[in-house]
């Protein structure tokens, strides 16, 4: 079992910055991908970024060039930094854990909304 818990969501202007936190706890193993997923009402859950506990990181399209993904392995925690925000960036973000060898162990944070106005 493994908890995620996120923070750093909010309302910003486009143009603006935030920056995203994951705390996973619990039965981490230690070869893992850490990512985070967005959501809008009557969409699906799509990749933002993601990054492996060996520090390869991928992104999504709209990601690409404004946002980037990091990692503390020390502390469990990944981060994703989002610059240059966009109201179209306007989702629940959630924070994702995935076993490495067994993808099938996956888990997700509650969610943490971002709104970005115009």
């Known amino acids: 079992q493994v908890q995620l818990v996120e923070s750093g969501g909010g309302l910003v202007q486009a143009g603006g910055s935030l920056r995203l936190s994951c705390v996973a706890s619990?039965?981490?193993?230690?070869?893992?991908?850490m990512g985070w997923y967005r959501q809008i009402p009557g969409s699906q859950r799509d990749l933002v970024a993601s990054?492996?506990?060996?520090?390869?990181?991928n992104y999504g399209d709209s990601a690409k060039g404004r946002f980037t993904i990091s990692r503390d392995n020390a502390k469990n925690t990944v981060y994703l930094q989002m610059n240059s925000l966009k109201p179209e960036d306007t989702a629940v973000y959630y924070c994702?854990?995935?076993?490495?060898?067994?993808?099938?162990?996956?888990?997700w944070g509650q969610g943490t909304q971002v709104t970005v106005s115009s």
């Open positions: 990054i492996t506990s060996g520090f390869a990181s």
């Open positions: 994702n854990w995935k076993n490495r060898f067994n993808t099938r162990q996956e888990y």
């Open positions: 619990g039965n981490i193993f230690s070869i893992n991908v």
